[in-house]
């Protein structure tokens, strides 16, 4: 960006309508600058766009440019980090540009270097499960510390727990938004947008300040998040869910999409069922994904390769092998005493005694509402 | 099969050290039948095997023989069903036959025809979740009314599961052991075993009655299981475990390989997710099975491919859509009241009300020991 004069001849660039990014990068070229386009005669403008997009954009700016453009000035101005960036631009996020539509102008809040990173985009349900949640902030925490930006939308539920879960890992987070820059939704995560800039990330929008989060724009806004970053990780979805567009449009893009398994019966994770049906990554850990990205270097084995016919190993597996049968009978599910009881048919005072046990060897977690569920080794 | 002499031949060259099916088909092919092959002179053997084979098989038998002999007599007199298949057998199974390491006899007890139908084996770990067996029957029942035969290995848990289904959905089951025909593993599942033969379905065996559930028997075991089968259904399943082995062995015999997801978080779906991994179908239905074996016309729609822009459709996922908030908080696992408060934030008198009628509603199950759960739409 260089100083208003070209913001304004930028923002009534992106005011005409019909103009595309083609054609903007040719007359840019052509002209040398925003400002040198708008001052251009339209028999100049002729020679790169179509006659009547010549005149529209040397005749009279649309109706309350003027009103449009102050408000992007007030925005500019009201805080240290707010700037904007034009594919012109050096800082222009390179993965971005080599989409197939990358917006003209980003309006940014927070470290424009951030856009550059290396980053993976985290999105899914807007109403997940509450293990959805945690796995979305453990993913975004983990690739964070191994050095990984994450991208996601500022929405409720999974994009959310990915932005506190990139905080948590300390990593910078970018928000991409499909309202303008100044109006988060959903509006309660205003605050969690101000962490994001605090903490060395950025919120981001094509949008001018004063857009309303209209519907029509999230789709659009999905293609940012994908195009921002090397993959995209689906962490729950629905069927026909818009995190499922940003995985189609990661996957157009030439990038890795990522989806976490679960339970066949729940809706929340039918939409990753049906990416990994499609060829998306199944992931169980971070490591899957910094794998595959070739961040880190590939475990050995493959199990179809691994399971070797030696009598040895099957040992593990056929006649003879032994676990707790309060562990087994807990599952992975938080589990009630009287469910406990039906499974194993043991007295209370049995399974309590097990119980207790199981708690001071660290196996088992006494939960609210007298639930037991077996903890996770770590 | 042809006679009790016929037999006594064929055991006897089943009990000729290192005598393999290549070598074997060759034998009979040249003389005929297995009469014949042990009526040779040791020179006419010699033209199709090594000297030291030709003179095992026109020796003395091995110590113990006729015992070993007579307890298949024995076995094969007791009962109508009972009888033995040889690769040599217009009966004996072509999806078998068309393998590796197809067995040279199998001892079958049952419908040998059942032997032949289109199959699909269903395995999985020993120990299983709860609703490891519910996926397991549901699967067998469904794929057996649709016209499949279930293939499983007779052990605890999945394999149990899948039997009972597929005896559910009225479809032939066949019972591969790793033991004798007489000797059904584990001996809790006998009456399993008999209710499998009175189904229309088999148990069978290439190991000679008597023989003993041995370890090393279990991955060899797997290689019928796979062999006699178009593909093979992994529903639960740790990593290193003898399913994966199965999965294997199908692999290698061109047939499809199925897994049902689950928690990353559940040890019993992590041999599921290295599967998927390495390229076995994800499925989260029968139909997707079926689907997959050409038994079922696909379904449309590719949710990558599907995912359209248009705002309409995004209005389902993006500002706008509405659910139960208790459904939400329910989740899909057995959920406490405390855990609904906690979750929802509202007082008991509000939940309980609100429980009452999605439970008249029937969208939620109220179960033992004061939990509740959302109620799967059929």
Redesign the interface.
């Known amino acids: 960006m260089s100083g208003r004069s070209e913001f304004d001849a930028w923002f009534r660039l992106l005011e005409t309508p019909r103009l595309g990014l083609i054609q903007a990068r040719q007359l840019l070229a052509a002209f040398g600058s925003a400002q040198a386009v708008l001052r251009a005669p339209p028999s100049a403008l002729n020679s790169f766009v179509p006659a009547a997009l010549a005149s529209a954009i040397a005749g009279p700016p649309p109706e309350a440019f003027s009103e449009r453009l102050l408000r992007c000035h007030r925005w500019l101005d009201g805080g240290p980090l707010r700037r904007y960036v034009t594919v012109g631009d050096a800082d222009y996020p390179p993965p971005l540009l080599q989409t197939a539509d990358p917006p003209l102008l980003l309006f940014v809040e927070g470290a424009v270097e951030s856009l550059s990173m290396r980053s993976l985009a985290i999105v899914g349900a ?2 997940p ?3 959805g949640l945690e ?1 979305a902030r453990a993913f975004a925490a983990a690739l964070g510390r191994a050095g990984l930006g994450i991208v996601s939308g500022l929405a409720r539920g999974i994009d959310t727990a990915a932005h506190e879960g990139a905080l948590l890992g300390q990593a910078p987070t970018l928000a991409v938004l ?1 309202a303008g820059p100044d109006e988060p ?2 509006p309660q995560n205003a605050a969690l947008a101000a962490r994001i800039v605090a903490g060395g990330g950025a919120v981001i929008s094509e949008y001018a300040p004063g857009t309303p ?1 209209l ?2 724009n ?3 806004r999905n293609r940012i998040i994908a195009g921002l970053s090397l993959g995209t990780l689906v962490v729950e979805a ?8 940003t ?2 449009l990661a ?1 157009e893009a030439g990038r890795e999409v990522f989806a ?12 990753c ?6 060829g998306a ?2 992931v ?2 971070a490591a ?1 994904i910094l794998e595959e990205l070739a961040l880190l270097s590939p475990r050995a084995a ?6 070797g ?3 040895g ?9 032994a ?1 707790d049968p309060i562990l ?1 009978a807990l ?9 406990l009881q ?2 194993t048919g043991w007295p209370t005072a049995d399974l309590a005694a097990g119980l207790l046990e199981l708690e001071l060897q660290e196996k088992v977690q006494r939960l ?4 037991y569920q077996r903890r ?1 080794v770590a």
């Open positions: 807007r109403n499960t509450a293990q796995n499909g939704y959903p989060p519907k029509e999230f789709p659009r629905a069927l026909r869910s818009g995190s499922l567009i995985a189609r996957s976490i398994p679960g339970s066949i019966h729940s809706p929340q994770s039918k939409g069922h049906a990416l990994i049906k499609q990554k199944l169980e850990a899957d493959s199990p179809l390769q691994d399971a016919l030696d009598a190993f099957e040992a593990e597996d056929e006649p003879g092998d676990e087994r599952g992975h599910d938080p589990t009630t005493m009287d469910a039906a499974r609210p509402g007298g639930l996770a």
